[in-house]
């Protein structure tokens, strides 16, 4: 690209000469007609006649002659005036202290670097790929993606996710003070565009709040993991993403690391060595030797609590273990494979109630015992554990206690319930259009080490899905937008992984509200970080350090300063020029800038000085709740984000009923109206549903739960000997608890009793959905209701065996209901059975209704 400032010098002297050359040819065109004409003719009477308007002489013929010799002279002349002026020319003329320039040709730099290539004007317009019959550039062999393939950097400039094509990475720094808009000028924005799979940082949930519905509305999977209320978030267990022993190396890495005090780092690594010895046994153990039902963090919790150390002992005084370590304690029990880890039932004294615990359980048969031990001894948990027993018995319970206190949130039910089951699926981000909501504290980091872990996890799962696909690149791009990046917590070798993620069609977005802060969390790495991100926008800054890095980082442009002197007395004034270097932002330029100003620059492109994105702009911005409030999502309204296991609280719930002494006579109901009777009250029939009594009464609840559960163990003893049965439940406004508790009872006690059986309860008051529980559902319910047309989406409840769990997105209207039990002929009320695998609804006779 040609030095914009030399290009404008240039047609700067082409205009002087040329203004020069046309009062020269003005003054010859004069002199040539008064030679023409009348003698005496001079250049001072030409030029006397051209400054009385007497400019046209030139056009009359008789004076061309005159014209044309005297402009043949003139340019003969400014040539060598030219040649003489390039052989003095300084070699870097006009760059002698700097040649740095704002970029004022983004029409020209868009053109190359946006989609559609090629054009000029850029277009936020979503499925541009789609209507111009492109292909998606990431990678062809998936589809184009639903929204713009541009990622926005500012008002004006683009630049296409397509790194292959525009030769720069889609790594992202940013850096903005609070309330300069990195969230609703630049990451509301890019989500908008709906170009690739996002994993975003919500400190407050705003984000998932304003742009869930549009999201959905376009075909993406939302996941959430929810730090801030974790009774609505997607669960995530770390030992679902351990593959080898790598992965557990990383793990217990990024654990310490993040549960360390910036106090605490500087002390001896001893501990922190040692801690990470029994650390790495203990998850070798879950991983190699435990069943897999014990892997989560609250089992090493108990493990290491289980570790009781006399402290006035001394190691070796008790028996020795097959594999060399002396038994101290019953930690030790379990590395020496004499006892594993199991469950028992106990009461508790204050409440009555009978919980399930973790327990030691003692291996008495010997065979076992050596699969045990075989296990062990092939294990790495053996080699770490048995480097941790190497301390005298003082420093081994330091190191328990201090294991202990780092594991302690994972004492905590919210923390257990979180991570002891997964269903954020981190591997499946690539494969499908997904936006993942990382909602963390704005004020209180204490579990945000789990965000460190899930993000090092993600990386490591994307890392290996990439690694099995022939070029290595995800279907989907995965962009991380990782907003306030200081609160993350630090993430294993994530300098490498900012170097490499582009290989695997991956990019980070750090977003930052000063250098400092990067520089706090990564020391010595900060730089390699900001280095392998091919783009740097300022959006603002009231910080010296951040204003001083933007303003070197700019560089300096050469600029002609002016020197000039008074004169005084008999001594002479004096007027020189000089060529002088000048940062292209000063600091405090910086830090004046107008609020709608952003600073964007890019590896080998000049920078760009430009507006901010105005969010208002989007297409898509009304479809927000930014844009109407109607499109607000609410989290805690989401059955299907709910954390709290409702088939607990129910069973909690039915059992308290069951042994209520005020139930005098055990209600067994026949049909379904006999169980809605005095329970339910019938709106006038247009309404179309019905409303429970009462429904802030917990005994009114409870007495419905009680029904419902008497109902469905009549109805199953009804149908034994049937191996396939489906059970119909017509309950208006029947609670969702209520509904799930049916389906999980029917599946928990009566497992194994039936080849098929299906539990499906129909309209339930939160969105009047419908759920189905299907065990291996050989009558083909789901097949009934995919052909009325339901929208049906699969949930997955790990806690049930053999099970499928199905919910009815569109309201289930009593006609397709009424098709739905026609489907499921040979069927009472509420019992039906179907042994076809086709459903044939002409088979169907009205009287079995």
């Not at 009359?60 to 014209?67: A, L, R």
């Not at 006399?310 to 006892?339: A, C, H, V, Y």
């Amino acid at each position: 690209m040609k030095d914009d400032k030399e290009l404008e010098q240039k047609k700067l002297a082409f205009v002087l000469y040329g203004i020069l050359w046309f009062i020269g040819l003005m003054i010859a065109g004069a002199f040539g007609y008064q030679k023409h004409t009348q003698d005496g003719a001079s250049i001072f009477s030409a030029v006397e006649t051209v400054s009385h308007f007497g400019i046209f002489y030139w056009l009359n013929p008789v004076s061309w002659g005159t014209c044309l010799r005297w402009t043949f002279i003139y340019w003969i002349g400014v040539a060598l005036f030219m040649i003489y002026e390039q052989k003095w020319k300084h070699d870097a003329a006009g760059k002698e202290a700097g040649s740095a320039h704002w970029n004022k040709k983004v029409e020209e730099f868009n053109q190359g670097h946006s989609e559609p290539f090629g054009e000029k004007t850029f277009s936020d317009e979503p499925g541009l790929t789609k209507k111009m019959g492109g292909e998606n550039l990431n990678n062809k062999k998936t589809p184009p993606v639903p929204g713009n393939p541009n990622m926005i950097e500012s008002e004006l400039v683009r630049l296409s996710t397509a790194d292959m094509k525009t030769h720069l990475n889609n790594n992202v720094f940013i850096v903005g003070g609070a309330g300069t808009g990195k969230s609703r000028f630049f990451i509301k924005p890019n989500v908008l565009q709906m170009n690739c799979s996002y994993i975003v940082t919500d400190p407050s949930g705003e984000l998932l709040k304003s742009m869930h519905n549009v999201l959905v509305e376009n075909g993406y999977k939302i996941k959430v993991f929810n730090l801030v209320d974790m009774s609505h978030s997607n669960k995530y267990n770390p030992f679902r993403y351990v593959r080898s022993e790598t992965d557990v190396s990383i793990l217990v890495d990024c654990f310490i690391s993040n549960t360390t005090g910036p106090d605490q780092k500087s002390g001896d690594p001893f501990w922190d060595k040692s801690e990470k010895a029994l650390l790495s046994a203990l998850v070798f153990y879950l991983v190699d030797i435990a069943d897999a039902e014990f892997r989560k963090f609250s089992t090493i919790l108990w493990m290491v609590q289980l570790a009781q150390m006399d402290e006035n002992g001394r190691p070796g005084q008790k028996p020795s273990s097959e594999f060399g370590f002396s038994i101290d304690m019953p930690l030790d029990e379990l590395f020496d494979g004499t006892k594993k880890i199991g469950k028992k039932t106990i009461t508790d004294k204050k409440t009555g109630k009978k919980q399930t615990v973790l327990d030691a359980v003692e291996v008495t048969d010997q065979k076992e015992i050596g699969r045990l031990r075989d296990k062990i001894e092939t294990s790495l948990c053996l080699t770490n554990y048995k480097t941790f027993k190497l301390g005298g018995t003082k420093t081994l319970k330091s190191i328990l206690i201090s294991a202990a206190v780092r594991l302690n949130p994972f004492s905590i039910p919210a923390i257990q319930n979180l991570t002891d089951d997964d269903n954020v699926e981190l591997e499946k981000v690539g494969d499908e259009l997904t936006c993942f909501f990382a909602i963390i504290p704005q004020t209180n980091s204490t579990f945000n080490f789990l965000i460190s872990m899930l993000f090092s996890q993600m990386f490591e799962s994307l890392y290996y899905k990439g690694a099995t696909i022939p070029n290595s690149r995800l279907p989907y791009h995965v962009r991380f937008l990782l907003d306030e990046f200081a609160n993350i917590g630090k993430i294993p070798e994530f300098p490498q992984k900012i170097s490499t993620c582009r290989k695997y069609n991956i990019s980070t977005t750090i977003v930052l509200q000063s250098i400092a802060q990067i520089k706090m969390l990564y020391k010595d790495d900060y730089e390699t970080i900001i280095g392998n991100c091919d783009t740097a926008i300022c959006l603002g800054t009231n910080e010296q350090t951040t204003a001083d890095y933007f303003s070197k980082k700019l560089g300096k442009g050469t600029i002609t300063s002016r020197s000039k002197s008074t004169p005084v007395g008999k001594s002479g004034g004096n007027l020189s020029f000089n060529q002088t270097g000048r940062e292209l932002m000063l600091p405090d330029e910086i830090m004046t800038m107008p609020f709608d100003k952003c600073i964007v620059m890019m590896r080998g492109i000049d920078p760009f000085y430009d507006s901010k994105y105005p969010l208002e702009k989007h297409p898509q911005f009304m479809k927000t709740g930014d844009g109407d409030e109607e499109n607000f999502y609410f989290l805690e309204q989401d059955e299907e984000f709910s954390c709290v296991d409702k088939s607990v609280e129910y069973e909690e719930i039915a059992e308290q009923e069951e042994n209520n002494d005020t139930v005098s006579e055990k209600y067994q109901p026949k049909t379904l109206e006999e169980v809605l009777d005095g329970i339910l009250v019938n709106y006038p029939e247009e309404d179309g549903y019905y409303l429970i009594k009462d429904a802030d009464n917990n005994k009114t609840r409870n007495s419905m739960i009680t029904k419902y559960s008497e109902l469905l163990e009549d109805t199953i003893q009804m149908s034994m000997g049937n191996d396939e049965t489906t059970i119909l439940f017509d309950g208006k406004n029947m609670d969702i608890a209520l509904a799930k508790g049916l389906i999980n009872r029917a599946f928990e006690q009566h497992d194994g009793e039936f080849e098929d059986l299906v539990v499906a309860c129909n309209g339930i008051s939160d969105g009047h959905v419908c759920w189905f529980g299907a065990k291996n559902d050989q009558c083909n319910i789901v097949k009934v209701a995919e052909r009325l047309q339901l929208s049906i989406s699969k949930k997955k409840r790990g806690n049930i065996s053999r099970q499928d769990l199905y919910k009815v997105n569109d309201i289930l209207s009593e006609d397709k209901f009424e098709e739905l039990k026609k489907g499921c002929k040979n069927g009472a009320h509420c019992m039906a059975s179907q042994k076809n695998n086709d459903v044939d609804f002409d088979d169907y006779d009205d009287d079995n209704d």
